[in-house]
């Protein structure tokens, strides 16, 4: 299989990203960078129960992005005149 060594850029359907996260993270090598945006979706992922399915996806992609022992991850808030998001970068180990 060939791997990637760039960026690798998220931002597509909010639900699918944790298969989207788990695909850019095999198809890397160790050092690639992988940014996944819109992960802070105006606070609402702090919130329960919105009902909004592409917050529930990004809550768990965030989760996911946590937990999986391939990446080294952050998030990172920005705030700007269409309110406040943000994104989240990873490193592939």
């Known amino acids: 299989m060939n791997t990637l060594n760039k960026p690798n850029v998220i ?7 944790v298969d989207y996260l788990d695909w850019a993270i095999r198809l890397s090598r160790s ?5 996944a945006d819109n992960v802070i979706r105006n606070g609402a992922i702090t919130e329960t129960d919105t009902g909004d399915e592409a917050v529930d996806g990004i809550r768990r992609f965030n989760a996911a992005l946590a937990a999986d022992r391939r990446v080294s991850a952050t998030a990172v808030q920005t705030v700007g005149s269409k309110g406040y998001d943000g994104f989240a970068a990873a490193v592939c180990l």
């Open 11 to 17: 931002d597509a359907d909010k639900v699918g990203y």
């Open 31 to 35: 050092g690639s960078l992988i940014v």
